[in-house]
């Protein structure tokens, strides 16, 4: 992972004694500027959310006079996440990637269990368990009218089809067992709102998205486009932060696959170049790009997992068998990317 940027990280120890425990946490303070961030990771007994409370209080009042400058992240941890306590940046990423690299692989297209299989259960209705719901238009359409299926002529306009969250050609991985198959980024979407999402990146702002229904009428939905990014739905932005950021802290350009990066820009492939960073697209090195992050970090705040993404999430786990660290805990993000 030496493509990401070390951040100066300045540690120590404390000792604090509450009560007749003494207690020896390790305490990590990230410098940004005028900005630090505090990690507290317990070495033995659990710290009670309280002391961490005014420990924080206090280190802020140390470190800043305002405190509108000061970010603070203290994370409960279970085993499974111990390995990255107390990291941030390109080690944090390092680290979830190795627990989460290595996961079961399934087809695009199969007669055993391929990944039309696996979204008619993980986007399954809740609502209706004969139908899928759809990622950006929130439609619920019956599983049967999958695109190119036998009811295909009756859902025409109207089927749904397989989103890649993360565009196939940000990568140039196509369909191929890895990321052109992660179920974790993939999702069940209207055949004509997906193909208005296309490849753009995702960004605030546009045009009203116009949904093509069966028989040629429209009704637009809550998303927005214009010629070089996406907005999805309020209520799925979260999950649709979340699905990237997973991208690109699991595909790191090891076996085989690209190496993929969140960048601050939008970016198309009529563009050899973006003009906004400099960074060549597509295809190059094998590296893939995909922004606007601080738009998905905004999005990863202000629409945190609900229950149906964790649901949904805990589904893909049983047929992958790794996580997305980001729906565990989106808090990782900030830790990484800011």
């Given at each position: 992972m030496a493509r990401r940027r070390k951040k100066t990280r300045s540690k120590f120890k404390i000792t604090l004694v509450v009560g007749s425990a003494l207690l020896v946490p390790a305490v990590s303070i990230v410098f940004f500027g005028d900005l630090f961030q505090l990690d507290i990771i317990p070495s033995s007994s659990s710290i009670s959310s309280s002391v961490s409370s005014s420990l924080s209080s206090s280190l802020s009042s140390s470190f800043s006079t305002d405190s509108s400058y000061i970010s603070s992240t203290v994370l409960e941890l279970p085993v499974f996440y111990s390995s990255v306590a107390a990291l941030t940046g390109e080690d944090l990423a390092a680290a979830l990637n190795d627990l989460i690299d290595f996961h079961t692989t399934y087809p695009y297209t199969a007669t055993g269990t391929d990944v039309w299989d696996i979204l008619r259960d993980v986007d399954e209705d809740p609502d209706n368990t004969n139908n899928v719901l759809t990622l950006y238009s929130g439609k619920s359409i019956p599983k049967d009218y999958q695109d190119g299926g036998a009811f295909n002529s009756q859902c025409a306009n109207d089927c749904w089809n397989r989103e890649h969250v993360w565009?196939?050609?940000?990568?140039?991985?196509?369909?191929?067992?890895?990321?052109?198959?992660?179920?974790?980024?993939?999702?069940?979407?209207?055949?004509?709102v997906n193909s208005t999402k296309n490849n753009l990146d995702f960004d605030n702002g546009g045009d009203i998205v116009s949904d093509l229904l069966f028989g040629g009428s429209r009704v637009d939905i809550d998303a927005r486009y214009d010629s070089d990014s996406f907005e999805p739905p309020a209520n799925r932005k979260g999950d649709v932060a979340r699905m990237i950021m997973y991208m690109a802290v699991r595909y790191d350009g090891t076996e085989g696959y690209p190496d993929l990066q969140l960048v601050e820009a939008v970016l198309t492939d009529s563009l050899a170049v973006n003009s906004e960073t400099g960074l060549t697209y597509g295809g190059v090195e094998g590296f893939g790009y995909y922004g606007r992050l601080s738009t998905l970090l905004t999005w990863n705040e202000l629409d945190p997992p609900d229950a149906y993404e964790i649901a949904r999430h805990e589904k893909i786990v049983g047929y992958q068998g790794n996580r997305n660290p980001f729906v565990d805990y989106y808090e990782f993000a900030r830790l990484i990317w800011q």
């Open positions: 565009s196939k050609s940000h990568g140039d991985f196509g369909e191929t067992q890895g990321p052109g198959t992660d179920i974790h980024h993939m999702h069940a979407e209207d055949e004509s």
